[in-house]
């Protein structure tokens, strides 16, 4: 039985980690949450929180589920204190690839992420097809990185994301490096970015009077056919007015040299951002 200190437990990501991990027989989990609310949710689930100290003591995995923000204050707090050979599991690349993780080459640094249920999936069960996060319900394909450690312990850390984001789709080990790129600048910078202003182009849509109804159908079920068309589930092309229409508007909508997201520099400024440490 592995005992893992699962830092945060009570917050968003902590209680997805310890819903999926208490209980099982392969794991003991050590529940470390400082705030009052946090551990009101871990007693409303029937689980106690442990001091910090008695967690590391015994710890053999700790897995940091805390904001990107918090992270190199409480790694600076925990990884000290672990036994060499631990592991450590942080669920975000931000902090990583931010280099806000303490050195220590007697440790392991495991880095995952879950990419959410699909959009095209072949869920059946309504709750399901309606799991859009991702909580246990609807398969979702997870990231993963051995960031430093014996190569061994990839094998452990891989075991315990699954446990984690259960059921799994796929498996995919990339490295920390090419994890930055998918989130934040895919994911966020890019893809999360380029939808806010199609929610936006609703609103204008319905504020210039279309009805909210009618063009929230038209605009959904077109979502659906793009996509289809663009990532290969259907073998059709956009109609020529169609091809015309996105050339013309992005000269409008985007800058010509918006792929800049994606260099090294702009991707170490939006980690900064996001774990609000300054840069070199």
Same mark, same amino acid.
């Given at each position: 039985?592995?005992?893992?200190?699962?830092?945060?437990?009570?917050?968003?990501?902590?209680?997805?980690?310890?819903?999926?991990?208490?209980?099982?027989?392969?794991?003991?989990?050590?529940?470390?949450?400082?705030?009052?609310?946090?551990?009101?949710?871990?007693?409303?689930?029937?689980?106690?929180a442990v001091?910090?100290?008695?967690?590391?003591?015994?710890?053999?995995?700790?897995?940091?589920?805390?904001?990107?923000?918090?992270?190199?204050? %409480?790694?600076?707090? *925990?990884?000290?204190?672990?036994? $060499?050979?631990?592991?450590?599991?942080?669920? #975000? =690349?931000? /902090?990583?690839?931010?280099?806000?993780?303490?050195?220590?080459?007697? %440790?392991?640094?495991? *880095?995952?992420?879950?990419?959410? $249920?699909?959009?095209?999936?072949?869920?059946? #069960? =309504?709750? /399901?097809?309606?799991?859009?996060?991702?909580?246990?319900?609807?398969?979702?394909a997870i990231v993963c990185a051995l960031m430093q450690g014996p190569e061994a312990d990839y094998a452990r850390g891989e075991s315990i994301a699954i446990k984690m984001f259960g059921p799994i789709l796929r498996s995919h080990r990339i490295t920390v490096d090419q994890m930055v790129l998918l989130e934040p600048a895919l994911a966020e910078t890019v893809a999360a970015t380029c939808l806010t202003v199609v929610r936006e182009a609703l609103d204008?849509?319905?504020?210039?009077?279309?009805?909210?109804?009618?063009?929230?159908?038209?605009?959904?079920?077109?979502?659906?056919?793009?996509?289809?068309?663009?990532?290969n589930e259907l073998d059709w092309q956009f109609s020529a007015g169609c091809q015309k229409a996105i050339a013309d508007a992005k000269k409008a909508i985007f800058q010509p040299d918006w792929k800049k997201v994606f260099e090294p520099e702009a991707v170490r400024e939006s980690v900064a951002q996001i774990t609000g440490v300054k840069k070199d």
């Open positions: 039985m592995i005992t893992i200190a699962l830092f945060g437990a009570g917050g968003k990501m902590g209680t997805r980690a310890s819903t999926r991990l208490h209980g099982d027989s392969e794991y003991r989990v050590l529940h470390v949450e400082p705030s009052a609310a946090g551990q009101t949710r871990l007693r409303e689930r029937g689980i106690a001091p910090q100290s008695e967690a590391l003591a015994d710890a053999e995995v700790a897995i940091l589920a805390v904001p990107d923000l918090l992270i190199g204050k %409480i790694a600076a707090e *925990v990884v000290p204190c672990l036994k $060499p050979g631990a592991m450590v599991i942080t669920l #975000d =690349p931000a /902090a990583p690839f931010g280099g806000v993780l303490p050195r220590r080459d007697d %440790i392991t640094y495991f *880095v995952t992420h879950p990419a959410h $249920p699909p959009v095209y999936n072949d869920e059946t #069960d =309504p709750e /399901a097809r309606r799991d859009f996060f991702g909580s246990g319900k609807a398969k979702q204008e849509t319905i504020r210039r009077g279309v009805p909210e109804a009618a063009a929230r159908d038209f605009l959904m079920g077109h979502i659906n056919i793009d996509l289809a068309i663009l990532f």
